[in-house]
């Protein structure tokens, strides 16, 4: 293989291997996915003429390969615990002052239909179009979603900010 492709392997396979473990559940399951996919990389490297949307294509090959293994059974999605917590932490600090298992437990009660397109735009950065690449979903749903759960997590995160304030003790 050439340079160029094992730089993509170590530039992606972090995040691709933590968005298998967040499909599959479980370490073994994951690794196979992400060997899977990458696998399939290099059979059709290629083949891929844009190697600028490489990540992109990774993680829609990944969830097609979950989907093909599982039949098409229900999407059942939680992100890795350890990722959420790192990066919920660093921006409920900056935002608010309730504490990241609030807003961890919060994501994680969402439903699968929306807590993925929140956690692939806001934790993994990616577009409404990579999303909906990689979701195989249209880019109207992917807007849709992302503005429900946001919705719906304001409302969750507000509600509990208000009571924590009330039940707070007074320091005066």
């Known amino acids: 293989m050439d340079i160029d492709f094992e ?3 170590n530039a992606h396979y972090k995040k691709l291997y933590y968005f298998a473990l967040s499909l599959a559940k479980n370490e073994a399951d994951a690794a196979d996915y992400t060997q899977q996919t990458y696998l399939k990389l ?3 490297w290629k083949k891929i003429r844009d190697k600028n949307k490489i990540k992109s294509w990774l993680f829609s090959t990944l969830y ?3 989907l093909d293994r599982n039949k098409r059974n229900k ?3 939680d992100i890795s615990f350890e990722i959420a917590t790192e990066t919920i932490a660093d ?3 900056q935002s608010n002052n309730l504490d990241h298992a609030t807003t961890l437990e919060a994501l994680m009660a969402l439903n699968d ?3 993925l397109p929140l956690t692939l735009f806001y934790l993994e950065d ?3 179009r990579q999303i909906s690449e990689i979701l195989l979903i249209p880019i109207g749903t992917v807007m849709s979603r992302l503005h429900r759960g946001k919705e719906i997590l304001y409302d969750k995160l507000s509600h509990r900010s208000t009571f924590l304030k009330q039940t707070a003790p ?3």
């Open 42 to 44: 290099a059979k059709n």
């Open 64 to 66: 097609r390969e979950f």
């Open 75 to 77: 999407f059942n999605a």
């Open 113 to 115: 239909s929306l807590r």
């Open 170 to 172: 007074s320091l005066s």
């Open 91 to 93: 921006e409920t600090q």
């Open 126 to 128: 990616y577009s409404y």
């Open 7 to 9: 730089t993509h392997v």
